[in-house]
């Protein structure tokens, strides 16, 4: 008995076929096909059940590789630093810092900082308001509150930003009004930045004298349990 290629045939020579079909048939090929498709999305979800463990065996070591490179790096490049605070006799207090040789190869390491603010930053900005509010409706007024609100202005996150504020506070300086200055002050004194990522950042440098940064996904990895950042990276008390 020869098989039937179904997908080889015609609308009209599938229809003629399903006509000759009893339903019991037709019922029975629809189970049939039905377990088909079952038994496939079974087989599926345990190819998915096997794979996975190895695809994250892989990635945990790749991950304890990169985090074991960040600390061997960080310490290396820290003796520089402190070398080079020796030997220039300045202080090293800034986020980042660099170093490169005369072959064009550069790192440069360190941590970046995200605005912060406690829940005080919320009083300074109801204050500001009451000044705005305060304020004769003439058209300079207009001006200056439309240039407030866009310094309020939080980011996608919620946040206000600092330099921003920064802006407002000379804002308020020119304005000279004690309320004004005094809900600015309340603002500053809530900005607390938080520490994020420490990050690693190399490059070469062509032929051209282009600069290649080396990719790297090394930022998100933490350092291995137990590590004191403060041996490794100087770090600087923020101050009001």
Known sequence: MNTIDINTLSPEQRQAILNQLSPEELKAAAKAAESAKYESRIAYKETVKESIPTFINTLLNISGMLSNAKLEIFQGLSILLAMKSEV???KQGQQGHSFSDD???GVTF???VIDGWDDTVNAGIDKIKEFIDSMAKDENSAK???????????DAKGQLKSSRVLELRQLAEEFNDDKFRDAVEIIQDAYKPVRSAFFIEAYTTNAQGKKEFIPLSITSVDFPEGTIIEELFPIEKTEK
Do not use: H
Not at 144 to 154: A, C, D, E, F, S
């Open 88 to 90: 220039y006799d300045i």
């Open 103 to 105: 072959q064009g190869n």
């Open 110 to 112: 360190g941590f970046r």
């Open 144 to 154: 200056l509150v439309t240039t407030i609100n866009k310094l309020l202005k939080r």
